[in-house]
Every structure is written in structure tokens, then in C-alpha cells.
């Protein structure tokens, strides 16, 4: 006898795995359009190879309890361990296969029935946006900065209906645990899951607190430690190194440049318009206009807009405070606040940011609550974005160090060579050949 129930039961389970395969591929696909040589050249980016990778090349597990800029990196260094299982020609292919991977999945989350209280074309808007962003080059396909997607997956998490099945449980355990152990937006996801606790009141929130609670303290305690000496030097080309020690530098005129410019203007119009925009006579006029526009709309957001979208706003934003209290941006001869007003730079800590921001503009002018004025107003920002996303689709590639001669190099030599790597944005990874 034939159980009909079970069997439509398990249809409909294979259809949505087949959809969120297909939804992953054509995120795959997004990422892989806007720079082809991440994969068909993959090189090791920054911290990827002079970092993770070379820890876990010379210390194995150990690597896993090393500190890097005050706090621990558990997701990025398990994924230099896990590229050491390959041949080394190998290693910047696998580091960017698992980055690449974590960009995508907040799209299939967005996708799943956790968020199907969002209409179907508001979601499809949205991830198209997310993985089109302009002004996002930083984060892209590398392991270096994979924790911002990380951390935004994790917050959606939080933020998205209960999970409901043992599988969707143990997801969330995995992602919370790891954000909250690979980087310091674990913490600052405890107020946000300390809100859905007091908005929902279920048992479910309380498990998401408690599974960021242990690492978010350890991450804390740790960056707060090491506040007053984060920065471990890398190489450039020339031997010498460098550090990002410069002085804060931080004033209101970086203020509008950062907000005004880098985070709302970039958002709708990109980076390389944003070069245009740095001609004109009256720019600073322009980037205070756009801070006061932009700040407006998310504190509107912040007083009318449903309490998911409210936490996330707070997240994004205490996301970039903390990166602008002690940020990591550029060489000491100019202060810090001056190199992330400049355009290229520091446009991971903007990422979030500008997704609350297009994410506020979409809620507005949707929203048939709101003034007809602001909903247009909302509606004319948003017709604005295709000119960031066509102007900042191609990334430029990365400059190619023929990396497969090193790769055969190092396999052929013998234990104890000391090996110098180029590697891209001009910095160079050392390793002793084991």
C-alpha cells in the first residue's frame, strides 16, 4: 500500500532542492560574470596566501588558535586547512570555491520559505541587487573578506521565520557558531537576536542568542585586548613592510564623504561614477545632501518599517561605527578616515550598509502606507541603481602573477626552500617548503 501523503510529502521536498540548486547555479553564475578570472585564474588574494594559507601551511591546526587584526578567523583558516588537502597549484581555486559559495547562500536563504512573507518579486529583486551591488569589488570572491557574507547570512538568519525542520536547526546552529568564532560581527548580532528574543518570544530566538552568546564574548574579549595594536604587517613588492597604523583622522568632512559618497551615492551609482562625481566644483555640497538624504530615509525606516528590517538597519550601522572607530584602511602618511574617503578604498565596511539602504528604498516604495512624495522619491533613487550596477558589473581582474610557475616551483623543491610569492594587491606571501 502506497502512502500518498509521504510521497507528495517528498515531491515537494525534491522540487525545492532542485529550485535552490538552480537558484545557487545562477547566483554562481552572477559572481563568475563579474570577474571570470577568479576561477579560471584564481590567485591567492591578500590574507588568503600571505596568511591563512601560510599558516596553515607552517603551523597545521594550530593556525586555528592565531589572532589576525585583535581577533580569530576560525571559517577562513578551516578553509586554508581544507585547501591543504589539495596540490598547492590548487590551494587559490578551493579558497575561492568556498568563498564564492558563502556570497551566494544569503540569496538561497532570501529564496526559502523562511522569508516567503516577502512577495516572490520583491525577493527576486533584492537578490539581484545584492549579488549586482556596485561599489563591492573588495569582497568578491576571496576568503579575505568572506566574513562580511558570512555575517549576513548569519543575520538573516536571525531575523527569518523559525526554522522548522532538524536540517534548517542544524544550519543555523553551524552558521551562527561560525560567525560568531570568525569574526567580530557576532557580536554585534547579539543586540539583533536579543530583539527578535523580545519581539517573538519563542523558544527559537533564544537558541540563536545562545548559539552566538559563547563566541561573540570570546571575539570581544579578544578585540578589546588587542584594540591598541591590531595591525599584523604585510610585504609589498619592494621587502619592506607595511602597516595600516595611520592616526583616525576622523572629522565631519570624511564623515560626508564616507556616508554621503562611499556608502549612499556609491550604492545607487557605483565606484567609477564616483570618480566622475570627485570633479565636480561643488562635490562636498553633494556628499552632505546625500548623507542628510540617506540618513533621513533609514531613520525613517527605523520609526515605520517592520522590526526585522529595524534590527538589520541597527546592525549595518553598528557594523560600520565599529569599523570607523579603529579601521584598517591605509599606509600612515594619511590618516585612516582620509584613505576611506577615497574611492577603491574600504568598501567592505560600506557593504552592509548600502544593503540596508537599497534595502529601506525597496521597503518605501512598496510601502502603501507612505507618502506618495516619499514613495516616488524612493522609486526615483532605485531607477538610479542600473547605472552603478551596468558601470561597476566587470571587475577589473586581477593583475596575473602567472601563479601555476610558482605552484610547480615549490612542489619540485626540496623540504626547506624558502619561497617569495607575488601575489595581488601587491603584496608578497613567504613559505618554507615543508
Not at 558563502?102 to 527576486?124: A, E, H, K, T
Not at 543555523?172 to 557580536?187: E, H, K, Y
Not at 567609477?272 to 556628499?287: F, Y
Not at 568598501?347 to 510601502?367: C, D, E, G, H, P
Request: overall charge positive; charged content about 10%.
Amino acid at each position: 500500500m502506497t502512502d500518498r501523503p509521504d510521497r507528495a510529502l517528498w515531491a515537494h521536498y525534491a522540487q525545492g532542492i532542485w529550485f535552490q540548486l538552480i537558484i545557487f547555479a545562477i547566483g554562481c553564475l552572477i559572481v563568475f560574470s563579474r570577474r571570470p578570472d577568479a576561477l579560471l585564474n584564481a590567485q591567492f588574494y591578500a590574507e588568503d596566501g600571505s596568511l591563512f594559507y601560510r599558516d596553515a601551511y607552517q603551523s597545521g591546526l594550530h593556525s586555528l588558535l592565531m589572532t589576525y587584526s585583535g581577533y580569530f578567523h576560525i571559517l577562513l583558516r578551516l578553509t586554508a586547512l581544507l585547501a591543504r588537502l589539495f596540490p598547492f597549484a590548487w590551494a587559490p581555486l578551493v579558497m575561492t570555491t568556498v568563498a564564492i559559495t558563502f556570497q551566494v547562500l544569503p540569496v538561497n536563504l532570501f529564496f526559502s520559505s523562511r522569508f516567503s512573507q516577502i512577495s516572490f518579486p520583491i525577493r527576486m529583486l533584492a537578490g539581484f541587487i545584492y549579488l549586482a551591488l556596485p561599489n563591492s569589488f573588495e569582497i568578491d570572491a576571496n576568503l579575505t573578506n568572506m566574513h562580511w557574507h558570512l555575517g549576513l547570512l548569519a543575520c538573516l538568519l536571525v531575523l527569518a521565520k523559525p526554522p522548522t525542520t532538524r536540517a534548517w536547526k542544524m544550519f543555523d546552529a553551524v552558521v551562527l557558531v561560525l560567525t560568531s568564532i570568525s569574526s567580530p560581527l557576532g557580536a554585534l548580532l547579539l543586540p539583533v537576536a536579543a530583539g527578535v528574543w523580545w519581539k517573538r518570544a519563542d523558544t527559537s530566538s533564544v537558541v540563536s542568542f545562545a548559539f552566538l552568546l559563547p563566541g561573540a564574548a570570546m571575539q570581544t574579549i579578544s578585540v578589546l585586548l588587542h584594540w591598541g595594536a591590531r595591525q599584523v604587517p604585510h610585504y609589498g613588492f619592494t621587502g619592506q613592510a607595511v602597516f595600516n597604523v595611520g592616526p583616525n583622522g576622523a572629522n565631519i568632512h570624511y564623515f560626508a564623504a564616507i556616508m554621503g559618497r562611499q556608502v549612499f551615492l556609491s550604492a545607487l551609482l557605483g565606484l567609477n561614477t564616483q570618480k566622475w562625481i570627485l570633479l565636480l566644483h561643488h562635490v562636498s555640497a553633494v556628499e552632505v545632501l546625500s548623507t542628510l538624504v540617506g540618513l533621513a530615509l533609514l531613520l525613517y525606516a527605523l520609526r515605520y518599517a517592520p522590526t526585522e528590517l529595524k534590527l538589520f538597519i541597527l546592525f549595518a550601522g553598528a557594523a560600520l561605527t565599529l569599523a570607523l572607530l579603529n579601521p584598517l584602511a591605509g599606509s600612515p602618511d594619511h590618516s585612516q578616515w582620509y584613505w576611506l574617503s577615497t574611492p577603491a578604498c574600504g568598501n567592505r565596511y560600506y557593504f552592509l550598509l548600502m544593503i540596508a539602504f537599497l534595502a529601506t528604498l525597496i521597503w518605501v516604495a512598496s510601502r502603501r502606507a507612505a507618502p506618495r512624495v516619499l514613495r516616488s522619491f524612493a522609486l526615483t533613487l532605485l531607477l538610479l541603481l542600473p547605472v552603478g550596477i551596468y558601470r561597476d558589473w566587470r571587475y577589473p581582474p586581477f593583475l596575473d602573477f602567472r601563479f601555476e610557475k610558482f605552484a610547480t616551483a615549490f612542489e619540485r623543491a626540496p623540504s626547506g626552500s624558502e619561497f617569495i610569492i607575488p601575489i595581488n594587491p601587491g603584496w608578497l606571501m613567504e613559505l618554507t617548503k615543508r
